[in-house]
Nanobody, 130 residues
Framework: HVQLVESGGGLVQPGGSLRLSCVASGVTFDNYAMGWIRQAPGKERQGVAAIVTVSRNTYHPDYADFVKGRFAVSQDYAENTIYLQMDNLQPEDTAMYYC?????????????????????WGQGTQVTVS
């Protein structure tokens, strides 16, 4: 049974930072791609970042163009947790942020930023920049 639990969202002023966490259970980072997906009110889901484990202490990140240089995804392999460090947040970053997991796109980099590629989802954490 896969369970993904996000935390760390909140209200922040433009230019501020937040760090989101996602604790995963029922998932092994060795063969699951993990993603951060967001959805703003009235808009479609957007892939924000993804991460796949290369080894216990090495991972490969992917980023959507609109967050490159501002957001950073990372993992704690031992704690089965991924993080999304978000810096220089802007009002357009306001959205519900979801953690997602899927084994199918682990070896398919073209799919890792596609929300439809992910089978397992957390409940989301709200990020508001205002």
């Amino acid at each position: 049974h896969v369970q993904l639990v996000e935390s760390g969202g909140g209200l922040v002023q433009p230019g501020g930072s937040l760090r989101l966490s996602c604790v995963a259970s029922g998932v092994t980072f060795d063969n699951y791609a993990m993603g951060w997906i967001r959805q703003a009110p009235g808009k479609e889901r957007q892939g924000v970042a993804a991460i796949v484990t290369v080894s216990r202490n090495t991972y490969h990140p992917d980023y959507a163009d609109f967050v490159k240089g501002r957001f950073a995804v990372s993992q704690d392999y031992a704690e089965n947790t991924i993080y999304l460090q978000m810096d220089n947040l802007q009002p357009e970053d306001t959205a519900m942020y979801y953690c997602a997991a899927d084994p199918g796109c682990f070896n398919n980099p073209r799919r890792r930023l596609s929300p439809s590629a992910y089978k397992h989802w957390g409940q989301g954490t709200q990020v508001t920049v205002s």
